[in-house]
T-cell receptor, first 114, second 112 residues
Framework: TQLLEQSPQFLSIQEGENLTVYCNSS?????LQWYRQEPGEGPVLLVT?????EVKKLKRLTFQFGDARKDSSLHITAAQPGDTGLYLC??????????????FGQGTILTVHP | NAGVTQTPKFQVLKTGQSMTLQCAQD?????MYWYRQDPGMGLRLIYY???????DKGEVPNGYNVSRLNKREFSLRLESAAPSQTSVYFC???????????FGPGTRLTVL
């Protein structure tokens, strides 16, 4: 089982600030997904990164996949209260037939204060 | 197009009671999953079903059973609920090469 470590576990910032959350593993990822979960809802996929060094942008969110495919980061520029939620990284089990099974990190709880 | 639906949304049980959590998806996905979510633990896979008629254990299967009734429906059963099963339960489905999972809104279960 591939273990994912997310940091920080909690992040509380003011509206307009920038932030970065991290997802790390000692193993190589086949691919890496980022989900956001709002209170009382299920997680929703934000992005999938596949290629080492890949950078994807989604409005104010920038996702980066490490060159060695062992780590990923999510950077939010000018955070807004609507960004509040739990951010989860996830990866498909490496090797073999995984049937799409994902392993999730423990998540980063982000609170953006007005 | 409702995506993934779950019932009930909330449930309170006494220790030893049984119940079934229902999940249905209308996206024609082959794979379906049940997770539990506890504070600081992220999402942990209980059981999954790669296709209709097949099920397999995930990371934390003890105390649970599942049924893949047809391609649309995947139920999770607690035969004898325990306080340790107090959690939020999510059902998900996937069907694409990218392994994107679509989640339901969750069932919040409390076992007293």
């Amino acid at each position: 089982t591939q273990l994912l470590e997310q940091s920080p576990q909690f992040l509380s910032i003011q509206e307009g600030e920038n932030l970065t959350v991290y997802c790390n593993s000692s193993s190589v990822f086949s691919s890496l997904q980022w989900y956001r979960q709002e209170p009382g809802e299920g997680p929703v996929l934000l992005v999938t990164v596949v290629t080492g060094g890949e950078v994807k942008k989604l409005k104010r969110l920038t996702f980066q996949f490490g060159d060695a495919r062992k780590d990923s980061s999510l950077h939010i520029t000018a955070a807004q209260p609507g960004d509040t939620g739990l951010y989860l990284c996830a990866t498909a089990n490496a090797g073999g037939t995984s049937y799409g099974k994902l392993t999730f990190g423990q998540g980063t709880i982000l609170t953006v204060h007005p | 197009n409702a995506g993934v639906t779950q019932t009930p949304k909330f449930q309170v049980l006494k220790t030893g009671q049984s119940m079934t959590l229902q999940c249905a998806q209308d996206m024609n996905h082959n794979s379906m999953y049940w997770y539990r979510q506890d504070p600081g633990m992220g999402l942990r896979l209980i059981y999954y079903s790669a296709s209709e008629g097949t099920t397999d254990k995930g990371e934390v299967p003890n105390g649970y059973n599942v049924s893949r009734l047809n391609k649309r429906e995947f139920s999770l059963r607690l035969e004898s609920a325990a306080p340790s099963q107090t959690s939020v339960y999510f059902c998900a489905s996937s069907g694409g090469l990218a392994n994107e999972q679509f989640f339901g809104p969750g069932t919040r279960l409390t076992v007293l």
